[in-house]
C-alpha cells in the first residue's frame, strides 16, 4: 500500500511564497500521475496540478503562472508563488498509476493513494 506525506503547510502573507514537499513509498507501479489537490473550507475537494511519469503537466487555472508543481525522486512538490487569500485550504497530494494521460490531468480528486494533508493559510 503507498503511502504519502505532506509538508510544508504553513501561514504566509498574500504575495509570500511557500514550498510543499510530499514523500511517496511503498509505490509499487511503473508509471504515476501524481497531483496536489486542495480543500477549502466548506468546499469540495479541487485539483491544482497534475504530473505524469511521462512530464506530462496541467494545473488549475487559478494558479497558472503562480504555483509549478515538480517532483524528484520519491518526492513531489509545490511551489506556491504569489499566493493570495483564496488560496487557503488544506492540501494533499495524490497518487495513481498512469493508465490515462487524459484522465491524470483532469484535476479530478479520483485518485488511488492520498496524503493526510497540509494546512496553508494565507492572511495578511
Known amino acids: 500500500q503507498a503511502q504519502l506525506r505532506e509538508s510544508g503547510g504553513d501561514s504566509v502573507r498574500p504575495g509570500g511564497s511557500l514550498r510543499l514537499s510530499c514523500t511517496l513509498s511503498?509505490?509499487?507501479?511503473?508509471?504515476?500521475?501524481m497531483g496536489w489537490f486542495r480543500q477549502p473550507p466548506g468546499r469540495e475537494r479541487e485539483g491544482v496540478a497534475t504530473?505524469?511519469?511521462?512530464?506530462r503537466l496541467n494545473y488549475r487555472d487559478s494558479v497558472k503562472g503562480r504555483f509549478t508543481i515538480d517532483n524528484a525522486g520519491d518526492t513531489l512538490y509545490l511551489q506556491m508563488d504569489d499566493v493570495r487569500p483564496e488560496d487557503t485550504s488544506i492540501y494533499f497530494c495524490?497518487?495513481?498509476?498512469?493508465?490515462?494521460?487524459?484522465?491524470?490531468?483532469?484535476?479530478?480528486?479520483?485518485?488511488?493513494?492520498w496524503g493526510q494533508g497540509t494546512q496553508v493559510t494565507v492572511s495578511a
Open positions: 511503498e509505490y509499487t507501479y511503473s508509471t504515476y500521475c
Open positions: 495524490a497518487a495513481t498509476p498512469l493508465w490515462s494521460p487524459d484522465d491524470c490531468h483532469k484535476l479530478r480528486p479520483n485518485f488511488k493513494y
Open positions: 504530473v505524469d511519469s511521462d512530464g
